[in-house]
């Protein structure tokens, strides 16, 4: 089984380091972007999950066949989910054995 777990950074905080040279809508749409990229490299696999906190990406993630997995913890760090046990993350997917 080929898996890509996709953590999503909440797009209010995506690409901070570039707050210099783009503003908060171009760092949104850059990290959008991003996303569809990494879900389009993704496509061959047999299971993409995309952890994420914004309606915006649930939106880029309903336009393609995978699963979306809102995560509700982003607020303190935009990975707590991929993080977790497998067998704890695979048990929000149970098409998707740990």
Same mark, same amino acid.
């Given at each position: 089984?080929?898996?890509?777990?996709?953590?999503?950074?909440?797009?209010?905080?995506?690409?901070?380091?570039?707050?210099?040279?783009?503003?908060?809508? @171009?760092?949104?749409?850059?990290?959008?972007?991003?996303?569809? &990229?990494?879900?389009?490299?993704?496509?061959?696999?047999?299971?993409?999950?995309?952890?994420?906190?914004? &309606? &915006?990406?649930?939106?880029?993630?309903?336009?393609?066949?995978?699963?979306? @997995?809102? &995560?509700?913890?982003?607020?303190?760090?935009?990975?707590?989910?991929?993080?977790?046990?497998?067998?704890?993350?695979?048990?929000?997917?149970?098409?998707?054995?740990?």
């Amino acid at each position: 089984m080929n898996l890509c777990i996709v953590p999503m950074k909440p797009l209010a905080r995506a690409k901070a380091r570039l707050a210099e040279v783009l503003s908060p809508e @171009q760092r949104r749409a850059l990290s959008l972007a991003m996303l569809e &990229d990494v879900i389009g490299a993704a496509r061959a696999l047999d299971h993409v999950w995309v952890l994420h906190s914004d &309606d &915006d990406a649930a939106e880029v993630i309903r336009r393609r066949p995978m699963r979306s @997995q809102p &995560d509700t913890t982003a607020c303190s760090s935009y990975r707590p989910t991929a993080r977790q046990r497998p067998e704890k993350t695979c048990a929000r997917w149970p098409s998707v054995e740990a």
